[in-house]
């Protein structure tokens, strides 16, 4: 006899599978915070190299401009790898919500033909019921 998931198992199994989908995207949740933080420093780094090539006086303009620049880059850099990651994140997430809907298609299969199997047999029980009860009546 094959063995069917009982409500528990499947409650814990989906649970399981739910607590890990909510990690993933709180994960990314925090992942996409930090590309905000990011855009930001990013507009604030223009501000200020647009701010010392409007005041060519300061001494360090070159110096600031520059270091500001370096910035600039690579927080374009961590912008660009975090939107890639991001999206591989969503393959992913995908990936997994496809596998936990055939999972519970198989719990509902499998459901299905035990309901058939527990009915064929109250229906062979209510045949053996019957016959017994004429067989009484006829004796």
Do not use: W
């Not at 989908?21 to 925090?30: G, Q, V």
């Not at 990651?85 to 719990?107: D, F, N, P, V």
């Not at 058939?116 to 009484?136: C, H, M, N």
């Amino acid at each position: 006899m094959k063995h069917v998931p009982t409500a528990k198992s499947y409650s814990e199994v989906s649970a399981t599978s739910d607590v890990g989908l909510k990690e993933k995207m709180e994960k990314m949740s925090h992942q996409i915070h930090g590309y905000e933080l990011l855009v930001k420093q990013l507009k604030l780094y223009k501000r200020n190299l647009n701010f010392l090539r409007q005041h060519p006086s300061m001494r360090t303009h070159r110096t600031l401009a520059g270091r500001i620049e370096r910035r600039k880059l690579k927080a374009k850099e961590e912008a660009e790898d975090l939107a890639q990651e991001m999206a591989e994140l969503r393959y992913q997430i995908t990936g997994m919500l496809e596998e936990e809907c055939k999972r519970r298609a198989c719990i509902e299969q499998a459901s299905l033909q035990r309901i058939a199997e527990l009915e064929a047999q109250i229906q062979k029980e209510q045949t053996k019921s019957y016959a017994a009860i004429r067989r009484f009546r006829e004796a």
